[in-house]
């Protein structure tokens, strides 16, 4: 075949060869036109459509009674902020500053605010918050740090404050449903729901003294719910939330609260008197390692105070010879016939005692046993 009648060459492989950046423009702008023949622009994107809302039906009566619960309650419940001061070691300024938040509840229409010791504790100030998001300086009424409740007071007009009700603790039963409520660090408040999951537990307060009859729930109680109530079914107060559980220091499925009957007895005395008064043998005991040391069980009396009821009934202190011999005091190893081991059990068993009453003291004294009656004196 001769040069002149060789085929026609393909036009675009020819101007990709010549021009390829031309090629390329040419051929993005036939990408980005409508097709030949549309007689139409591209059009603009349209409004996005949204899925159609599946009904729900209503809320199941469970639900409701949890959201009247809550709404009920929260009126009650209030956010306390512990204020402490600290001299600034440069200027010498004396410095106000937030050291810990907790919750609490309102007790009366008097102002009284219960929450736990150890959310007030080293507070120079406190601040309560209530459900209106109305703030009030708080003074201290009273504490007892052994069950680690405190009451504050506020000066909130009446129309304000509304008291919890109240509950009872002795009849609560394993497995009914409870309610915690608190106001955590000032975020509003908050529900957690679960069952009684432990009756009858006890922990150790701030003080290291144990705080018996103790509520175990598996409702969440994290930190800033302390002081909080745990409310039953029908939203009355059963107990305080007070600790939880956990090695790591987060909720892990065992909470405590204090129980109301122990908070309504502590609540009313220290409102009355500025502190609680309590029953006791009116002695100073020997430290339980001491005793461990010398391979015993009881409580060795140290002192029985002048006049006090312990001296009265006859009881012995520990005593030095003029050798320096000691000679230990009785043993008390026995209260009306509830068994004595160490000072925690001395406690649990006066905590159910009021002054005033009799007890049956069961002591070791040298090699032999004896009962004495005493009448609790108030300490």
């Known amino acids: 075949m001769s040069r002149s009648e060789a085929p026609p060459m393909n036009r675009s492989f020819s101007l ?3 021009h390829p950046i031309r090629a390329a423009l040419l051929l993005a702008v036939a990408i980005l036109l409508p097709a030949s023949g549309s007689g ?5 994107p349209g409004k996005a459509e949204l899925r159609k809302i599946t009904p729900r039906a209503r809320l199941l009566p469970s639900e409701v009674a949890n959201i009247q619960l809550f709404e009920r309650a929260t009126g009650s419940v209030v956010h306390i902020t512990n204020i402490a001061t600290r001299q600034d070691w440069f200027t010498l300024d004396i410095l106000k500053i937030p050291q810990g938040t907790g919750s609490g509840f309102i007790w009366d229409k008097q102002g009284h605010i219960v929450t736990n010791f150890h959310v007030i504790e ?22 007892e740090a052994d ?11 009446r129309s304000k404050l509304t008291p919890i009700p109240l509950g009872r603790s002795k009849d609560l039963r394993v497995g009914q ?3 915690a409520i608190g106001n955590p660090f000032g ?6 729901t679960g069952v009684i999951s432990g009756l009858g537990r006890e922990i150790q307060s701030v003080t290291r003294r144990p705080i018996q009859d103790v509520i175990q729930t598996d409702a969440a109680i994290n930190p800033g719910n302390s002081g909080g109530p745990l409310l039953d079914s029908a939203g009355r107060l059963i107990g305080v939330n007070t600790a939880i559980y956990s090695p790591s220091g987060t909720y892990i499925g065992i909470g405590f609260a204090v129980p109301v009957d122990t908070v309504n007895r502590i609540a009313s005395q220290l409102i009355a008197y500025g502190r609680v008064i309590r029953p006791g043998l009116g002695i100073t005991m020997v430290p339980d390692k001491t005793v461990q040391r010398l ?6 009396i140290l002192e029985a105070r002048p006049g006090s009821a312990a001296e009265k009934a006859g009881l012995r202190s520990t005593q030095r010879t003029r050798r320096g011999q000691i000679i230990l005091g009785d043993v008390i190893i026995a209260i009306d016939g509830e068994p004595v081991t160490g000072s925690n059990d001395l406690y649990r068993i006066l905590d159910h005692h009021d002054v005033g009453d009799e007890v049956t003291v069961t002591i070791l004294r040298g090699s032999g046993k004896k009962k004495l009656k005493l009448t609790l004196q108030a300490l």
């Not at 069950?147 to 007009?157: F, N, R």
């Open 147 to 157: 069950k680690d409740l405190a009451v504050l007071e506020i000066g909130a007009p």
């Open 122 to 143: 080293g507070g120079h100030e406190f601040l309560v918050t209530l459900a209106d998001q109305s703030t009030w300086k708080a003074k201290v009424t009273g504490y």
């Open 40 to 44: 139409q622009a591209r059009a603009g």
């Open 295 to 300: 391979d015993m069980e009881g409580v060795v």
């Open 177 to 179: 449903s409870v309610f």
């Open 187 to 192: 975020l509003d408040h908050t529900l957690t």
């Open 16 to 18: 990709r060869q010549r």
